[in-house]
């Protein structure tokens, strides 16, 4: 939960609708206002507001989370359950703070963020019908097993066919292949990718976690997998506002494509998993777009009440690392050694990326949720 929580707080955006919600009164922070009634819905808004400002505004090591998870109505074994981090942020977004906004002025704002459209395309080998559909996604999925990267992921979900055999046609009446494709036909303005790193092994009859090298970019380019209809509405907006569209050019060919950004994603920030199928630790990697943190292990120290010594500073630096080596040298099964005791295995650990940045566009991110 920790993890997410940091990840979601760090986007300035989502982190401005939270601030901007009218909870107490005007003149009087203490006093609730009219924009929601004063029930569990408003503890828990308020309780995630206030976890922001004392993210935000707060010099210290560390925030306790205890109002909100209260406001969960959580009991001790539900705070210590271990959930996926994706299934966290879907429930964190969209059942708790989507549905609470419902019918307030912020009625979907936090969909419009993540919302995905995709087009799956059926088309009857025989007499060649297409049938569409669109579905809605607030993320987007990626299978990992026996590929390498985020291209080649995405390559299997929007550029592969897949066949459906044995189905029958309502135009032409006859039992036909069925080749179905899907495109994306909407991006939001930002992505979730998670990864399907966990299956369960029928030969061993056991969960497992994919634990092969997978590569991700710090910028990703997503034309290759749009629609055709979305595609020419991104082509002639940039038409529009470049002021050279118009009636003569209006059924001009592609050409080079979209050339602008509206296609174009930047790393924002990554969700770690480290442990077994069935346990394990979360940590996160954020991009920190606004220059808010501090990275330097020597300035964390500022944080405490009696700074250490420089000698003991040296020291705390080797037995983080040696715990960092420890833990990185477990073997893929989560089985514990006799000789790693007293690992640190409840420390959040937070690091800034430098991702390169979009020139023309800084305000289109992509946020990964990386399990390995």
Known sequence: M?????ILYMNPILRQII???PLCDSDDIKTPSNFIEKNQKYDILIAIQKLFCQLQYLNIHSISTLNLTESFKWQASEGSYQQDSQEFIRLFLFEILERILIGTPYDGHINNLYKILTQVSMTCSNCLNIKTREETNLDICLPVKD???VKESLNQLFKNEEI??????????????LIKTSKIHHLPLFLNFPLNKFEFDFEIMERIKLTGKYEFPLEIDLKDYITHELFQNLYYKLKIENNIYTKENEKTDFL?????DETIYELYGIIIHRGTPYSGHYFS???DLKSEGIWDLQEVREYMKEPLKQEDSKEEVKIEQEKFNDENNKNINGRK????KGKNSGKEKSQNIK?????KNNFLNIIYNIFF
């Open 285 to 287: 990697y954020i991009r």
């Open 256 to 260: 080079s494509g979209v050339d602008g």
């Open 19 to 21: 601030y901007d919600l």
């Open 147 to 149: 590929l390498s990267s």
């Open 2 to 6: 920790n993890s997410s929580l940091q």
């Open 355 to 359: 991702g390169r940045k979009n020139s």
């Open 337 to 340: 050694r006799g000789n790693n």
């Open 164 to 177: 459906i055999s044995d189905y029958k046609c309502e135009i032409c009446n006859q039992k036909v292949d």
